[in-house]
């Protein structure tokens, strides 16, 4: 795993991102998900979920548990 620095200034906080891991972008999304912090461009911030849907093989969740269909009221 790669390490980073990070930089305090006052009451904000900078991480020196190593090379490899530069972003194209002057802004950012950020988000924390538990302990982890993810930046996503702002420019483009679907493009991840984009590629990583090549990963799926195409018998994904080909056997799965469904429930069976119920009658509702209709809406009219």
Not at 19 to 42: C, M
Request: glycine share 6%.
């Amino acid at each position: 795993m790669t390490i980073a620095r990070v930089h305090r200034d006052g009451n904000k906080q900078s991480v020196e991102l190593p090379e490899g891991f530069r972003i194209d972008d002057s802004e950012v999304y950020v988000k924390r998900v538990g302990n982890a912090i993810v930046l996503l461009s702002k420019t483009n911030p679907w493009q991840p979920l984009k590629e990583s849907l090549n990963l799926f093989s195409d018998d994904f969740m080909d056997e799965r548990e469904q429930p069976g269909q119920t009658e509702r009221e209709s809406f009219d």
